[in-house]
């Protein structure tokens, strides 16, 4: 008889890479550029060289996985995926889905870290590296939609740490063309490596939530194929006896059905929100928002001047962890509408160095934060399907303006262009790479189908 977690081991192995789209080739591969220009520019960052020392302090004697912006250095092909993963979110640039979560950054590290540790004659392709990419996307995105709670802000629990977990499991186990059985028990093991609380975020540990979710994911396949077992209904709702329901409050599971000529992968049917600014993704409604309402204050005033204002309306959704008023440090900033609302007010633009010390601290920002007034209009959901982000300024004369945003310009209904998603890549890999060998990965990247081996990236 058939189980919801049989029928995603069966999914995992039988899938194949003619089961992918066009479509889904090209959303995927956009996602891998993003994760990787992201990663290279989160390896300049002190949190990810706190972990970078972290694990070259360990002990490894299979040191064969690269790692982001560092050449010289190589590790276990673990710990390589673990430090890679925190790269790729040090500075919350990363690509996010609905429901919420941050696919990528958990599945990518893995599965480059896996490329390069199997030998010359089992090295997959680039398809292959495409198929399994795509498979630890569609079990992250099918786990998400089994439950109502996922589709909104989380309040509990950090998603990449806990479907990002079961979705590099899942990626790798394809990637080692993993027999049935060990694809449900690396599933099953992954779940009990699950998991990371929210009241991280807005620290230099939430980082280790990615790196964490594809190395643990990456470590349940290895486990699996050298034999270990684990619940195989780790994915079913059993009364009384808690799988991977343990997660979510509301958990109705599916069967993935089997692939064929016609098998619709989810990434078809949504496409991925592209981050403009190094900001949890709540963050670019309001930045929209204010960018819009400065404007119509230069054409009031003809500059922008802080003193005319009164006060700052911020009209967001109730989300604790990313309403924070006075933030102190770059990760709370990364997570304060109030300080992206203010900080785009006052420079016309927010990026990586919104978020330096001198910048957070100045007292210009800091005097029109403690203008900033908050509201939680009833049909403002916290949900990034749903949501919007409001900027009222109200001027010492009485006037008002207004800026508003239901989509902001990166959001999966209004997708980054081929062209902005080049130049942030080309951004974000400049700060560690060459021109040349910046153009190496994109070319790469855009021809990935026709790779023969995957580890040249």
């Known amino acids: 008889e058939e189980t919801v977690t049989s029928s995603f081991a069966s999914f995992i192995h039988a899938v194949r890479p003619e089961h992918l789209s066009k479509t889904v080739c090209h959303r995927s591969k956009r996602m891998i550029l993003d994760s990787i220009g992201v990663g290279l520019v989160g390896s300049t960052t002190h949190v990810f060289n706190i972990a970078l020392q972290y694990c070259r302090e360990l002990y490894s004697s299979v040191a064969v996985s690269s790692i982001y912006g560092k050449p010289g250095i190589k590790l276990s092909p673990t710990l390589a995926a673990f430090a ?9 640039f990363d690509d996010t889905w609905h429901p919420a979560t941050h696919p990528s950054g958990a599945i990518l590290p893995a599965l480059l870290a ?7 004659s089992t090295k997959p392709n680039g398809m292959e590296f495409l198929l399994a990419f795509n498979v630890g996307l569609e079990v992250q995105g099918r786990l998400m ?73 990456f470590e349940a396949a290895l486990l699996a194929a050298r034999g270990m077992e684990a619940n195989p209904l780790i994915l079913d709702d059993i009364p009384g006896c808690s799988g991977f329901s343990a997660f979510y409050t509301t958990y109705q599971p599916k069967p993935l059905s089997a692939p064929s000529d016609h098998h619709e992968f989810l990434l078809e049917k949504q496409d991925i929100a592209f981050k403009r600014f190094p900001a949890h993704l709540g963050m670019h409604w309001v930045v929209d928002a204010a960018l819009s309402v400065r404007n119509l204050f230069i054409n009031y005033a003809g500059s922008f001047s802080a003193s005319l204002i009164r006060t700052v309306v911020l009209k967001i959704p109730v989300s604790k962890y990313i309403n924070r008023p006075f933030p102190s440090s770059e990760h709370q900033a990364r997570h304060s509408f109030q300080f992206n609302a203010c900080a785009a007010l006052l420079d016309g633009e927010v ?15 800091r005097e029109l934060l403690d203008k900033v007034v908050v509201e939680h209009p009833e049909d403002n959901a916290a949900n990034f399907d749903k949501m ?13 303006l207004t800026g508003k945003c239901d989509t902001f310009y990166g959001h999966w209904r209004k997708p980054l ?10 951004s974000n890999a400049s700060h560690v790479l060459p021109d040349e060998k910046v153009e190496t990965i994109i070319t790469m990247v855009d021809n990935l189908e026709n790779l023969s081996d995957s580890s040249q990236l």
């Open 417 to 426: 262009s081929e062209e902005s998603l080049l130049k942030k890549f080309r």
């Open 388 to 400: 919007y982000g409001e900027v009222a300024l109200l001027l010492h004369s009485g006037d008002v």
């Open 84 to 92: 890679n993963g925190v790269a790729t979110h040090s500075m919350d």
């Open 351 to 365: 990026g990586l160095s919104s978020f330096t010390e001198n910048s957070i601290h100045r007292p210009e920002l």
């Open 145 to 217: 939609h089994f439950s109502t709670e996922a589709h909104d802000i989380p309040k509990r629990f950090h998603p990449p740490s806990v479907v990002g977990t079961m979705g590099s499991a899942a990626a790798t186990a394809k990637l080692l063309s993993l027999s049935t059985a060990q694809c449900s028990n690396a599933l099953g093991i992954a779940a009990s490596l699950a998991g990371a609380p929210m009241a991280n975020a807005a620290t230099q540990a939430k980082p280790l939530h990615i790196g964490n979710a594809t190395r643990l994911g």
């Open 114 to 120: 896996a490329s390069q540790m199997l030998p010359p």
